[in-house]
């Protein structure tokens, strides 16, 4: 024991060198792996949408509102895609993100916006000019407003409810999740605007929001009439997570799962039983 206090005395310098030189080799040999660019053929096949996304759940196929938007897509065009856990690394730091033949793309609508130039997919080709406008419209409202509304109700208004009841996870990680992504949360949703309004203000902003849907959609079978759009897949994306994402004391997901906006319940099952045939089968094996 003395020779080596004596050795480690002696050499105390070149040891904590050499330990510099070995941390300093792990943290880059991690950073180039992860920085290394993925070859199609090699790291995933060809012809194959890889897409990046958050854990699957046991309410809701995943917690993502434009996760939900992108799969619905390439549900309905039946695209052939592998998913890939390992959300994190993506172009623009967002989920979901994609790699295809090559390809490494972040943000949902630019990705459809590429596969709709890859494939000549357009599925709004039976609307008019206007028409297009309108459902643009409709979409970013529900995407840069009703999305903010939501994000804010899940993971400030009720986020101890949202941590125990949908993620599960144990008490420690629980706190510790509070403490680093509640403050996150906060932080921007007050730059946005809607951090900025009280509890209840934000009820009443999801209330009005949903019943003003509600009023848009009537008695269509989409958004648009009878055939489905891009902005439904961008409407289902948002409006899943409400209805089945969403703790049980949101007022909004009270009005979704109730019979006063009935047709909004019946338009996100027909989205739901039409493309999402194994939904069932998705929650069951996350619960298992």
Partial sequence: MESLREFVKDNGLYLATGAVIVGSSLLLYKRMKRSRTRVCGVDYPKDK????VFPRTKTIPNMGHFVMKLETYLRIHKIPFQLD?????????????????????????????????????DMNSHLSKQERAVAWAIQK????????????????????????????????????????????????SYTVGIGR????????????????FSDLLGDKKYIMGDKITETDCAAFGILS???WCTPESCPGRQ????????????????????????WEEILAAVKK
Wanted: charged letters at 30%; aromatic letters at 14%.
């Fill in 85 to 121: 856990f390992n959300y994190k690394g993506g172009p623009k730091n967002k989920t979901p993100w994609i790699e295809y033949n090559g390809i490494t793309m972040g943000d949902s609508q630019l990705i459809i916006e590429y596969f709709n130039k890859e494939f000549n997919f």
């Fill in 141 to 188: 409202w529900l995407e840069e407003y009703t999305y903010w509304l939501n994000v804010y109700s899940r993971w400030v208004i009720f986020g101890d409810e949202m941590l125990r009841k949908f993620l599960k996870v144990p008490g420690p990680v629980a706190a510790l999740l509070k403490i680093t992504m509640r403050p996150r949360m906060i932080k921007t």
């Fill in 49 to 52: 949408v890889i897409l990046h």
């Fill in 197 to 212: 309004h009280s509890d209840e203000e934000v009820h009443q902003m999801m209330r009005n929001d949903l019943k003003k």
């Fill in 241 to 243: 997570q409400i209805r």
């Fill in 255 to 278: 009005l979704l799962t109730s019979d006063e906006l009935k047709n909004v319940a019946d338009y996100l099952d027909r989205i739901k039983d039409t493309y999402w045939m194994d």
